[in-house]
């Protein structure tokens, strides 16, 4: 009886320890910033990322690439992060707009109507662990002359 309550321990353990090393971390950050330009087939913003609690994770103005892939509608976003080489794909958009025109997208960046959320997904340690980080682009201003 004995032996069988320490097996059900070391299992229940072992159970609660991989959770906690394998399970997936998330981490909210926003990136505040204004459009620079729409280009073919990105959109270039600069500004600054905070954490969740509004600390500027980024002390000088940083640029960031969203890369829109598809001719006509879109298919797939990714973001490079400045200073990596990695690119990110955002896996998640907006909900209100499961199908967006790449031309209505790009006009509303110009007109100042759209912001973007979005989950990207990194991972690493092989392929157990991931990190989601949730990045909010609010409604972008013009660009500054």
Do not use: C, H
Not at 13 to 23: D, N, Q
Not at 53 to 62: A, C, F, H, R, V
Not at 69 to 86: F, L, S, W, Y
Request: net charge positive; glycine share 4%; charged share 25%.
């Amino acid at each position: 009886m004995r032996r069988r309550l320490i097996i059900v321990i070391i299992l229940i353990f072992s159970i609660f320890s991989f959770w906690f090393l394998f399970k997936e971390f998330t981490t909210a950050k926003q990136f505040d910033g204004n459009l620079l330009k729409v280009d073919d087939g990105f959109v270039v913003v600069r500004g600054t990322f905070v954490d969740s609690k509004q600390i500027s994770l980024s002390k000088d103005l940083t640029d960031l690439k969203i890369y829109i892939d598809g001719e006509t509608m879109i298919k797939r976003v990714a973001i490079k992060i400045p200073n990596t080489t990695e690119m990110f794909v955002i896996d998640s958009l907006p909900k209100e707009e499961t199908v967006v025109d790449l031309e209505t997208m790009k006009n509303d960046f110009l007109n100042n109507t759209i912001g973007l959320t979005a989950r990207i997904k990194k991972t690493y340690l092989n392929k157990y662990m991931t990190e989601e980080i949730t990045y909010r682009t609010p409604i972008f201003s013009q660009p500054r002359p």
